[in-house]
Every structure is written in structure tokens, then in C-alpha cells.
């Protein structure tokens, strides 16, 4: 299982890459020659180290506390006359592994869209804002002011990602699928941001 570290430093090379394709597609918007600023990379790269180590242990409290699968019954189905042994076999076998278990993927699921969007959302807007030099009232204001809208903008990509993740991709490596589709909603961010 990657350390925490090596998942944080995966992120944080994700989200600089999403705030250089940021400033680009701003500079072609804009049909301006671009000049890469560092200023903004340092603080998506920073913000990215402090709020990573959060979310890996957000999704291995969800995985072990509700955990996306459980052991099959491992009692092997009875073999009758009419069940080859290669039949048999099969069936042993699909007994044998694990059975996803529904209830907890919708419960994760209902946990990282509702508590973990709303504190993702209020963390960037805070964050954010006083890496960029406001002030507490500041932030608050503007995440009162935005986040039903980030969270809306949110919930066309992030539902998605959620489900796939806890189904199909191993919690070691979940971050790191978050942070590799988060690519292009990094760069939404950062002209959020900016």
C-alpha cells in the first residue's frame, strides 16, 4: 500500500499539472502569450499537501468502518448428481470469493457525497482563500457566497467518481484516481480561484 506520503506527492504533481493547464488555457482564452506564474502552482501544490493526507484517511475510515466487501459464505454449495466436478469447481470458487457487500458502497457513497463534499467544499474555499492572503471573514463570506455553486458544478463529475472508486478501485489507490480525474476540475478550480 502507498504510504500516505507517496500518495500526497502523486496529488500534488496532479494538481500542479491542472493549474499549469489552468494558466494556458487562460493565456489562449484571453489570446495572450503565456508566462507560467509560480505563485498560484506553490499554492494549489501546498494546498494539495495539506488537504490530501485528510481525504486518504477520510477513505480508509469509510473502507474500514463499511467495508465494499465481505466474505462469501464459506460453505461450499452442496455437489449434487446432477453437478459435474468442473461445475462444482465454479461454484466452490465463486463461494470462495468475495461478495460486494451494497449497502455499505451506498452508505460510503451517501457519506463522501454529503459530509465529505461539504468539508472538501468549505477546506477549498478556506484554504484557498487565505493562502491567498484574506482574511477569515473573508473566506467565510465567499463560501457562503459560492459553494452551493462549486458543490452544484461538483455533482456532475464527483457522484461518478465516487461510485466507481468504491466498486471497482482499491482504497490504496483511491485518492490517486481522484486526483488523476481531478486533473481537469483542478484546472476548474484554479480559474476558480484566480
Not at 34 to 39: G, H, P, S, V, Y
Not at 149 to 160: M, R
Amino acid at each position: 500500500m502507498p504510504s500516505i506520503t507517496v500518495q500526497t506527492a502523486q496529488a500534488a504533481v496532479l494538481s500542479a499539472t491542472s493549474n499549469i493547464l489552468a494558466q494556458a488555457l487562460t493565456a489562449y482564452r484571453e489570446n495572450k502569450t503565456f508566462q507560467l506564474a509560480l505563485e498560484p502552482i506553490y499554492k494549489f501544490v501546498l494546498f494539495t499537501i495539506l488537504n490530501t493526507p485528510i481525504n486518504i484517511l477520510w477513505q480508509r475510515y469509510l473502507e474500514e468502518t463499511f467495508p465494499g466487501s465481505k466474505p462469501a459464505s464459506s460453505t461450499p454449495p452442496a455437489q449434487t448428481k446432477e453437478v459435474g466436478e468442473k461445475d462444482a469447481y465454479k461454484n466452490k470458487a465463486v463461494a470462495s470469493k468475495d461478495v460486494a457487500s451494497k449497502r455499505n458502497i451506498a452508505t460510503k457513497f451517501l457519506l463522501d457525497q454529503t459530509i465529505g463534499a461539504a468539508f472538501n467544499t468549505a477546506l477549498f474555499f478556506i484554504g484557498m482563500g487565505l493562502l491567498n492572503g484574506n482574511t477569515w471573514e473573508q473566506c467565510i463570506s465567499t463560501m457562503k457566497r459560492d459553494s452551493f455553486s462549486l458543490y452544484v458544478a461538483g455533482a456532475k463529475i464527483w457522484p461518478a467518481v465516487s461510485l466507481i472508486s468504491f466498486i471497482f478501485i482499491p482504497v490504496e489507490r483511491r485518492v490517486l484516481f481522484a486526483s488523476i480525474i481531478g486533473v481537469g476540475w483542478g484546472v476548474y478550480l484554479s480559474l476558480l480561484a484566480a
